[in-house]
């Protein structure tokens, strides 16, 4: 079966340029989070979805980040206009968030690195 | 003051070694607790669940204090595989419609030698 599937895995951009990573979740599960992993501040949550729905997005660092998720398929995170300071690696995860066990399974990450 | 705080090591065993790893975390509401191992350049994953009685997953024992708020995670006969950087995760709420808030703390690494 297919895990998280994350795009690009590697990103190198300007300081100023919008940037867009993209998360398709395992079939089936019905919530999505994006995490930022930095060596300074570890694995923070961004952004929750619940059936496509945003739930909670108050780890989102500022204006400059907005996330999508259109479908039950694919969700969007958008940073405009990038920083340097944005550089981390990028993860989305998903899990079924039924009653008793909804472990969250990630996708690889996207390493972002703003110049 | 961290939400859930841990040693980043390195700690440096020799293979087949026993290896302790210790975590606490600052929300008393806290509700479930996890460990998950990320290796080098990958994402993490879910190691195992750590349950109010302990629990033991082949070599691998995890333990909860609920009164100290303490969660330590037990490695008996490291092997070289092993090494990866464990990550203490706190869950201590649920989102409307059920998702897990996970908070991790920053991970502490282990490296396996021969």
């Known amino acids: 079966d297919a895990g998280v599937i994350q795009s690009p895995r590697h990103e190198v951009t300007e300081m100023g340029q919008e940037v867009t990573l993209r998360c398709k979740p395992i079939s089936g599960h019905n919530s999505l989070f994006w995490y930022r992993q930095t060596m300074m501040r570890g694995l923070e949550l961004l952004i929750y979805?619940?059936?496509?729905?945003?739930?909670?997005d108050s780890g989102m660092p500022e204006d400059r980040f907005s996330a999508k998720m259109p479908n039950a398929s694919f969700s969007t995170l958008k940073i405009q206009p990038s920083e340097p300071r944005d550089s981390a690696v990028y993860f989305c995860a998903s899990s079924f968030s039924g009653k008793d066990t909804d472990t969250q399974y990630f996708g690889p990450g996207t390493r972002l690195t703003v110049l | 003051r961290k939400e859930v705080e841990q040693d980043p090591g390195p700690f440096n065993v020799p293979e087949g070694a026993t290896v302790a790893f210790n975590c606490t975390y600052s929300n008393s509401a806290s509700q479930s607790f996890f460990w998950y191992r990320q290796d080098c350049r990958k994402e993490p994953k879910l190691l195992m669940s750590?349950?109010?009685s302990g629990n033991e997953d082949g070599r691998f024992t995890a333990q909860l204090n609920r009164a100290s708020q303490y969660i330590s995670l037990l490695i008996r006969d490291s092997k070289l595989s092993d090494s990866a950087t464990y990550l203490c995760v706190v869950n201590k709420d649920r989102f409307t419609g059920g998702g897990n808030k996970l908070t991790f703390g920053t991970g502490t690494q282990l490296k396996v030698e021969l």
């Open positions: 750590v349950y109010s």
């Open positions: 979805f619940n059936n496509n729905v945003p739930i909670d």
